[in-house]
């Protein structure tokens, strides 16, 4: 049994930068460390930061003053910083810098008058973040139905940004309506290339092998996409950890490709391949 894995799998850029410089700061800070929100969508990695000390809070209420708070990858609204500043608490902030160009983009035009479009979903971690930098006015907007049900103006000007994680083609689809209706428009196209281009890479390798394997978390949207794709072509198994495998399932097989989600991390995914190969 041999198993080929994607070409890209797994962590993107900006999750492994943020899981590395969060863990540097709870091996220095144990005691009095927080995330705010949960660091990463993979119960696993959440329990391995916590058995080091890591506290996860949802509020920035819950955090004493002069500890220390993580900012994850999706980034947070302004106001949390300025909390922060307030009540004596060490930012670590980790989020994607791909984030926070959006978040200046939308800070600087909103400043200067326009409003703020995003392109995205209203309760992605991400999208609140980036509407708290525009005092929570942003438009929202998530498909081509939401233009029928929201007020714009032509006599305004308008600033569009999208969701680092959206789907391309939806993304074009809503500039080309929006230009049909608004004369002073900006539009920003800040989709990263990571979610698609993982999604290439497993359809790629889905053509090529005899079934595959997803590892990722069942409330991982990018992995439960990824699960799709793959099923278009090869029986495939979507798993968290290697437990969830069983040899009578594989037996059939002799070339098994493996994908991950964007939020698992590289140790699990080792863990399949040595438990793959070892049948
Ligand atoms: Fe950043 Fe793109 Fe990942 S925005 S967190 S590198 S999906």
């Given at each position: 049994m041999k198993v080929k894995i994607a070409k890209n799998a797994g962590f993107c850029f900006g999750v492994k930068r943020a899981m590395k410089m969060a863990w540097d700061e709870v091996e220095q800070h144990s005691d009095n460390i927080y995330a705010l929100g949960p660091i990463i969508h993979n119960k696993q990695a959440v329990s391995k930061y916590e058995e080091k000390g890591l506290k996860t809070v949802e509020e920035i209420e819950n955090i004493p003053s002069q500890n220390h708070?993580?900012?994850?990858?999706?980034?947070?609204?302004?106001?949390i910083y300025t909390t922060a500043k307030n009540k004596d608490?060490?930012?670590?902030?980790?989020?994607c810098p791909f984030v926070k160009k959006i978040h200046y983009i939308v800070r600087d035009n909103y400043n200067q008058g326009y409003n703020i479009i995003v392109i995205g979903d209203k309760n992605h971690p991400e999208v609140i973040g980036i509407n708290g930098w525009c005092n929570n006015s942003a438009i929202i907007i998530k498909n081509i139905e939401d233009l029928n049900s929201i007020e714009l103006d032509s006599s305004y000007k308008y600033c569009v940004v999208a969701q680092t994680t959206i789907n391309l083609d939806l993304y074009k689809n809503i500039v080309e309506q929006l230009s049909l209706k608004l004369n002073d428009i900006i539009f920003n196209n800040t989709i990263c290339s990571a979610t698609k281009v993982r999604q290439e890479a497993a359809k790629e390798l889905s053509n090529e092998v005899d079934c595959m394997i997803v590892v990722g978390g069942k409330h991982s949207s990018n992995t439960q996409k990824l699960v799709q794709i793959c099923?278009?072509?090869v029986p495939t198994f979507a798993i968290e950890t290697c437990d969830e495998l069983a040899i009578e399932d594989l037996k059939s097989y002799s070339l098994i490709g493996l994908t991950a989600g964007a939020s698992t991390p590289d140790w699990i995914i080792k863990e399949v391949i040595d438990f793959v190969e070892s049948l």
């Amino acid at each position: 049994m041999k198993v080929k894995i994607a070409k890209n799998a797994g962590f993107c850029f900006g999750v492994k930068r943020a899981m590395k410089m969060a863990w540097d700061e709870v091996e220095q800070h144990s005691d009095n460390i927080y995330a705010l929100g949960p660091i990463i969508h993979n119960k696993q990695a959440v329990s391995k930061y916590e058995e080091k000390g890591l506290k996860t809070v949802e509020e920035i209420e819950n955090i004493p003053s002069q500890n220390h708070m993580i900012i994850r990858s999706h980034g947070v609204s302004e106001e949390i910083y300025t909390t922060a500043k307030n009540k004596d608490i060490n930012v670590v902030d980790t989020t994607c810098p791909f984030v926070k160009k959006i978040h200046y983009i939308v800070r600087d035009n909103y400043n200067q008058g326009y409003n703020i479009i995003v392109i995205g979903d209203k309760n992605h971690p991400e999208v609140i973040g980036i509407n708290g930098w525009c005092n929570n006015s942003a438009i929202i907007i998530k498909n081509i139905e939401d233009l029928n049900s929201i007020e714009l103006d032509s006599s305004y000007k308008y600033c569009v940004v999208a969701q680092t994680t959206i789907n391309l083609d939806l993304y074009k689809n809503i500039v080309e309506q929006l230009s049909l209706k608004l004369n002073d428009i900006i539009f920003n196209n800040t989709i990263c290339s990571a979610t698609k281009v993982r999604q290439e890479a497993a359809k790629e390798l889905s053509n090529e092998v005899d079934c595959m394997i997803v590892v990722g978390g069942k409330h991982s949207s990018n992995t439960q996409k990824l699960v799709q794709i793959c099923k278009e072509y090869v029986p495939t198994f979507a798993i968290e950890t290697c437990d969830e495998l069983a040899i009578e399932d594989l037996k059939s097989y002799s070339l098994i490709g493996l994908t991950a989600g964007a939020s698992t991390p590289d140790w699990i995914i080792k863990e399949v391949i040595d438990f793959v190969e070892s049948l």
